[in-house]
């Protein structure tokens, strides 16, 4: 079976240095929020009318793309084990459970406020994630 491993911004090289012990198959998984985008769009429209050329939302797209592109390859070179990789776009924590749905592992970071033990410790994503995760889940301190 397959570990899942979520690649976020601040936390990804802690779990990705659990993970290394816990597999032989993974799949690093990074998710950009589809809010971003959505609100350049929107925001453009709603001020300037829909000219497609100029719409700054394609941009934000873009260079979430390209960041998501960046730490997948960065992850995949820190496990240094073969593995697959996910770039998804949309609603985080349902991307992350979706992503996990048939995982033998999800391993994820603390990424709240991580100065004491505690439910503070989570942010409402992870929180979500935890709480909704079909698999078992390897709940990481930050390093």
């Known amino acids: 079976m397959t570990v899942v491993v979520w690649?976020?911004?601040d936390t990804w090289q802690s779990c990705v240095d659990a993970a290394r012990a816990h597999g032989s198959e993974f799949l690093l998984l990074h998710v950009s929020d589809h809010?971003?985008?959505g609100a350049a769009h929107g925001a453009f429209a709603g001020l300037f009318g829909r000219h497609p050329s100029r719409d700054p939302g394609r941009q934000v797209d873009d260079l979430a793309a390209d960041h998501a592109a960046g730490l997948?390859?960065?992850a995949a070179?820190?496990?240094g084990k073969p593995c697959t990789t996910s770039a998804r776009v949309g609603r985080v924590e349902h991307e992350v459970v979706a992503a996990a749905e048939n995982a033998s592992l999800l391993v994820l970071c603390r990424d709240g406020?991580?100065?004491h033990a505690g439910p503070r410790s989570l942010g409402p994503a992870t929180r979500f994630v935890v709480d909704h995760a079909s698999c078992p889940?390897?709940?990481v301190w930050p390093t």
């Open 7 to 9: 690649i976020a911004d």
């Open 35 to 37: 809010d971003v985008p």
């Open 72 to 74: 997948l390859k960065a």
């Open 77 to 79: 070179e820190r496990l």
């Open 113 to 115: 406020d991580v100065s």
């Open 137 to 139: 889940v390897l709940l």
